[in-house]
């Protein structure tokens, strides 16, 4: 572990492909040019880990089967640096990343696309253990990874690997879920400790060292949230991953979407104590620090304690808390009670305050 | 590559309490290993010569600046602690803290977050 | 985390309010001084827990915002000189100056490097003989041991391309400026608490006398801050105008000797302007004679500064206490920590800052259209 602290690259010696790669350590302007080496990387490197008939067949498009009904869409583009920190790397940001705006949209996650700009000059070794990773993170999220593509931009550019996921998944039956949909008496929950990813890469950009490490909590949420909507279906009203801009700034967009306020309790807030503590070395506040395995749901107050119990049975939901509720009143505006018994209001969170996060 | 650094915002009177777990001797400065709450970060200690391992230290931009004195935060808290008993006359403590709890507390702007 | 926590307890800090509530009987007027007890008291809510009469008027405890804005447009012209590395803490980055901010002279091909302890500035020196390496040393006492020990050591392992932007600015002083200034309604003071864990607090006696006002020494969590304000307003309702150490367990009356042995060593004082206030007599500290080669201003000799503070930035008046934040017509329209006018919506120790970000406006009207400010347009 403090190998990858120290470089942000985890140690490849063991890491053993299952057929090898010809020739080239690192990707060089040819991987990107649809030719031999192109084709090398699909047949090598991408076909043997993502494994599926839908992208064997290499077609321009993936064909797929899909039940009828309402199709979710979502698409989103991972820039993080590093590119490996404690508890993940890129690959597995970029489909778990997808996989939870499904799941949170009330879909079934079932196939997603990979597409991946490298920089000449990055190390096969580096994408394998990503592509890698993605294919596990598919395998634990029960979706399949179907169509990509690469492209290699000039060294100096690109910073190593950027890569971009769209995924579609079949909404749930009876589903009506949507940003717009919170209302005055629900109830906020949120699935478990808050600004882990967000300081898991702070520790590794600024070199801070811990008792016990900060992971990033990297995760597909598709399986809890299944658990809440198979019991709970008509009671949750809103979902979502609090990623970029953190708890603070998901409340903030579904209080002014469906034009109510939210109150939280700031001491019931969970955060990890190293979270605390790193927040307050670096005058962070971990409301606004990103999430990656964490979802915030709006229910109505009757079924509150029962989806809260259906979150606390799964093993990612197993520090979830009741943080608030949702009023008629301040619209549109995000108030916190401090431990103090004072109230503050919680603005969005103005820019960037972590760039390149996810 | 050239990550923003607008996030490093350090505040100039931030001053944060850490233990320090080890100490060394670098060629120029006394070093210690201090441990923040789980963060564990090297502190020049040489502003604070009386203070050793086991010690607690208020460090700020990478000097400990002061020894805290553990004996008198104790008597601050439990004075704190019993700030305005004497004012209960005949309530216990759990009273006198649940009907505090209760007191006016400040509200929202436009009172609206007053009751839970 | 320990001596941290256990002083942010709520219901300790609730009834600690009810004694403020049960000891003051008239209004009273108190300053913090220390932009960190004022982020601390607008974050924690501490200034709504308090009888109404009783006003927190916010100082001007920020070293970044009482910086001149000559100094800021000198530090941009350095940063912007190739072969230098220009070091700071991170909060001056947005800082504006007549024209731009370091951030813009980094995005124009500047060496600019945010650094969390002088030290890193000095190692970057030791790493980099062939290029110049300015530290911008901007603080008030608590961080001048950090940047005397800094200068200290580059002095001890003889290096010839380090060197200091200094801006120390001493509270003592700033204290009775507040006190002498005309039209003035402060009637007591939390003396900062970092400050006195470094200098003691053997210099405010001589100013509660002459000028009959109580002098706290208080910290930054939010019973510290309470029983700080407690003191004061016990003392300001018994007519007393005593010093007060609050702040026992960090703070002695004669401070930390061996760093006002190095202070004395490595600095002398000098007057200072304090943007937004003017010229304060003997407010700051300067590179003392056996430093002065270390002193940025000397070394590069930058001429034809031309200075213009903004028309709509009432930064000046919010350092006096003249008014809060909220009360600037451009708080929160034309001006953000996104995009600010002046250095106190953008240090970490602004006043305008600490009621931007915890969300602090006038009214319910007021903070209904404010909302939108925050919420609406993008700032891009």
């Known amino acids: ?358 | 590559m050239v990550l923003l650094p607008e996030y490093k915002v350090v505040a100039m009177c931030l001053a944060i309490p850490g233990k320090v777990e080890e100490i060394s001797f670098n060629g120029l400065i006394r070093v210690g290993r201090v441990n923040f709450g789980g963060v564990v970060k090297n502190v020049c200690l040489d502003y604070v010569p009386e203070v050793e391992v086991g010690d607690y230290t208020i460090v700020h931009v990478g000097f400990a600046i002061s020894k805290i004195d553990e004996e008198t935060a104790k008597q601050t808290l439990e004075d704190f602690r019993t700030l305005g008993l004497l004012d209960e006359e005949l309530a216990s403590e759990e009273e006198a803290f649940a009907r505090a709890a209760k007191a006016p507390q400040s509200r929202c702007p436009d009172g609206s977050c007053g009751e839970k | 985390m320990k001596y941290l926590t256990e002083f942010r307890n709520g219901e300790i800090a609730q009834r600690m309010a009810r004694e403020i509530h049960s000891v003051a009987t008239r209004p009273w007027k108190i300053m913090e001084v220390c932009g960190g007890q004022t982020h601390s008291i607008i974050r924690n809510g501490i200034d709504q827990m308090l009888p109404a009469g009783i006003e927190m008027i916010h100082g001007p405890g920020c070293p970044v915002c009482v910086t001149p804005l000559e100094l800021i447009d000198k530090a941009l012209a350095i940063a912007a000189q190739p072969g230098v590395i220009f070091c700071s803490f991170g909060d001056m980055l947005r800082v504006p100056g007549t024209e731009q901010d370091l951030f813009q002279v980094k995005g124009t091909g500047g060496d600019v490097r945010v650094v969390y302890s002088p030290l890193d500035a000095v190692e970057l020196a030791a790493n980099n003989p062939d290029r110049e390496v300015v530290f911008f040393g901007v603080g008030f006492e608590t961080t001048a041991p950090a940047n005397a020990m800094s200068v200290h050591l580059a002095k001890r392992r003889g290096l010839k391309n380090f060197s200091v932007l200094v801006s120390h600015v001493l509270v003592p002083p700033a204290i009775e400026a507040i006190l002498q200034s005309p039209g003035n309604r402060v009637q007591g003071f939390l003396l900062a608490g970092h400050v006195c864990s470094v200098m003691g607090y053997w210099e405010y006696p001589p100013i509660a006398e002459k000028y009959g006002v109580p002098l706290v020494v208080t910290g930054f969590e939010p019973l510290d801050l309470l029983d700080g304000i407690r003191r004061t307003v016990i003392q300001l309702e018994a007519g007393r105008h005593e010093v007060e150490n609050a702040y026992s367990r960090v703070v002695t009356f004669e401070g930390n000797r061996a760093a006002q042995k190095l202070l004395s060593e490595v600095f002398e004082v000098s007057d200072r302007a304090w943007r937004g206030i003017g010229v304060i007599p003997k407010s700051g500290w300067k590179l003392s004679e056996a430093y002065r080669e270390f002193d940025a201003e000397e070394r590069f000799e930058i001429s034809g500064i031309h200075t213009e503070e903004s028309a709509l930035c009432r930064a000046g008046d919010v350092l006096r206490g003249a008014i809060k934040p909220a009360e600037c017509a451009a708080f929160g329209k034309e001006c953000t920590p996104r995009h600010p006018l002046g250095a106190t919506m953008v240090s970490s120790e602004g006043a305008c800052a600490a009621y931007f970000n915890y969300g602090r406006f006038l009214s319910a009207e007021e903070l209904a259209s404010a909302g939108s400010a925050l919420t609406g347009a993008a700032h891009e």
């Open chain 1, 1 to 358: 572990m403090s190998e990858l602290l120290k470089t942000g690259v985890p140690d490849f010696s063991n890491w053993s492909c299952p057929l090898p790669l010809v020739g080239y350590p690192t990707i060089v302007m040819g991987h990107g040019g649809g030719g031999k080496l192109g084709n090398e990387l699909v047949e090598h490197l991408f076909l043997p880990s993502f494994r599926n008939p839908a992208l064997e067949n290499l077609g321009d498009a993936a064909l797929l089967d899909v039940q009828a009904g309402k199709i979710a869409m979502s698409t989103d583009s991972f820039v993080v640096q590093p590119l490996f920190f404690p508890g993940g790397n890129i690959g597995e940001l970029a489909v778990n990343g997808t996989v939870n705006d499904l799941a949170v949209s009330g879909a079934v996650p079932r196939f997603l696309s990979a597409s991946f700009i490298l920089e000449e000059g990055f190390p096969l070794a580096q994408l394998a253990a990503i592509v890698g990773s993605m294919a596990k993170a598919a395998a634990t999220a029960g979706v399949k990874i179907v169509t990509g593509d690469t492209k290699v931009v000039e060294h100096g550019h690109g910073d190593g690997c950027y890569i971009n996921t769209a995924g579609i998944g079949v909404v749930r039956e009876g589903i009506q879920v949507g940003p717009h949909r919170a209302q005055a008496g629900d109830v906020v929950l949120v699935s478990g400790t808050i600004g882990d990813h967000g300081m898991a890469i702070m520790s590794v950009r600024e070199g801070l060292e811990f008792e016990s490490q900060i992971r990033s909590d990297c995760a597909a949420l598709n399986g809890m949230i299944g658990d809440v909507l198979n019991v709970a279906r008509g009671a949750v009203h809103a979902m979502r991953d609090p990623t970029r801009g953190g708890l603070a700034s998901t409340l903030n967009e579904i209080a002014q979407s469906s034009r109510v306020g939210v109150v939280i309790d700031e001491a019931s807030l969970p955060v990890r104590t190293e979270v605390q503590s790193a927040c307050e070395l670096l005058g962070l506040d971990p409301v606004y620090v990103a999430n990656e395995g964490k979802a915030v749901f709006f229910v109505a107050e009757e079924a509150a304690d029962t989806v809260l119990a259906l979150l606390r049975a799964h093993p990612l939901g197993r520090e979830a808390a009741r943080i608030g509720q949702v009023t008629a009143q301040h619209k549109g505006m995000l108030v916190a009670r401090t431990a103090m018994g004072s109230n503050r209001v919680i603005p969005t969170q103005i820019g960037e305050q972590l760039p390149r996060i996810c």
